[in-house]
């Protein structure tokens, strides 16, 4: 074989190497970021969040799954600026990295009945 066709099987495969790995990287990207994301499911209903209590890690990402059980709500954790609309019959979506230990309540910051003001929940932040 003269050198210039093993140069070219050499780039040939030098290249299709190259793809193989880009590709493997680009499709194990998104499961080794939903690995690293931690997701809480909440259920909001008339007077209530599901679960009540949370306990996460300090700078470990978060995805909130809202999903309502009966009408619109809102769900409002003031101490990081966060807030959304819980519709019913759709999963919103809330993602962020807790920066700071302790411990913050949730609120219902949409009316939602008589008891809307008692409708709140805790989350603890811990190392």
Known sequence: MSRRAIGFHFTFLAV?????LYQANVQSSPAE????????????????????????RKDMPVVFELVSEDRRHGFALPDFHLR???????VERLR??????GTFTFICDVFCGEHHEEMSGTIRVIE
């Open 96 to 101: 962020f990295v807790p920066g700071k230990i």
């Open 16 to 20: 299709c190497m190259g793809v193989f």
């Open 33 to 56: 970021t939903q690995a690293k994301e931690q997701v809480v499911r909440i259920s909001a209903s008339m007077f209530e969040f599901k679960p009540g209590e949370i306990t996460l």
């Open 84 to 90: 959304k609309d819980v519709l019913p019959g759709a």
